[in-house]
Antibody, heavy 118, light 113 residues
Framework: QVQLQESGPGLVKPSETLSLTCTVS????????WSWIRQPPGKGLEWVAY???????NYNPALRSRVTISVDTSKNQVSLRVDSVTAADTAVYYC????????????WGQGTLVTVSS | DIVMTQSPDSLAVSLGERATINCKSSQTILYSSSNKNYLGWYQQKPGQPPKLLISWASARESGVPDRFSGSGSGTDFTLTISSLQAEDVAVYYCQQYYNAPLTFGGGTKVEIK
């Protein structure tokens, strides 16, 4: 059974870069599609980006200019970078799997809370 | 972008009674070549990640109790909990995976009356 575990800094200062890692166990990330989804405290879900090991990448247009998603198959990890963060980027960030490019999110990590504050 | 609109924002239902959540997409999410609706329903309990309950608008995931059912097609969808149990208290989200950007409804909070 696949398991996803997010890790990150917890606290980031405004204007700095947020870097998160999702470590996948139980299967190879060479299969499937991998997404980052975020949820501000007390609010709804916002899809951020997806990628596949085959090189398919797509970003939420609202975040495209500040976000980079990548895959490291040697480590079985998916990473997310968000540049020039503000308080609006404060959220729980989830890593999630899709079987293919047109299926729902069938497995999720527990999420990691990132707070943007000086 | 496809906008997903859920209603109501919250509802309180007595134990054993029916709960109905609606979800409307701003354009069709029925893919004609496959005749499938690209719509999923998720349940999120406090402090937990969302859990996929239903895919393709009406297909229950393995292990999901049969009191949960999904219906609808095109732009209008419904999630029904036929007999609300205490463990069903959660926020429910619909999500379209027809095209990017992938979008979610705003969520419906279900509580016990």
């Amino acid at each position: 059974q696949v398991q996803l575990q997010e890790s990150g800094p917890g606290l980031v200062k405004p204007s700095e870069t947020l870097s998160l890692t999702c470590t996948v166990s139980g299967q190879s990330i060479s299969n499937n599609y991998w997404s980052w989804i975020r949820q501000p405290p007390g609010k709804g879900l916002e899809w951020v980006a997806y990628t596949s090991a085959g090189g398919s990448i797509n970003y939420n247009p609202a975040l495209r200019s500040r976000v980079t998603i990548s895959v490291d198959t040697s480590k079985n990890q998916v990473s997310l970078r968000v540049d020039s963060v503000t308080a609006a980027d404060t959220a729980v960030y989830y890593c999630a799997r899709r079987d293919n490019i047109m299926t729902p999110f069938d497995s999720w990590g527990q999420g990691t809370l990132v707070t943007v504050s000086s | 972008d496809i906008v997903m609109t859920q209603s109501p924002d919250s509802l309180a239902v007595s134990l054993g009674e029916r709960a109905t959540i609606n979800c409307k997409s701003s354009q069709t999410i029925l893919y004609s070549s496959s005749n499938k609706n690209y719509l999923g329903w998720y349940q999120q309990k406090p402090g937990q990640p969302p859990k996929l309950l239903i895919s393709w608008a009406s297909a229950r995931e393995s292990g999901v109790p049969d009191r949960f059912s999904g219906s609808g097609s095109g732009t209008d969808f419904t999630l029904t909990i036929s007999s609300l149990q205490a463990e069903d208290v959660a926020v429910y989200y619909c999500q379209q995976y027809y095209n990017a950007p992938l979008t979610f409804g705003g969520g419906t909070k279900v509580e016990i009356k």
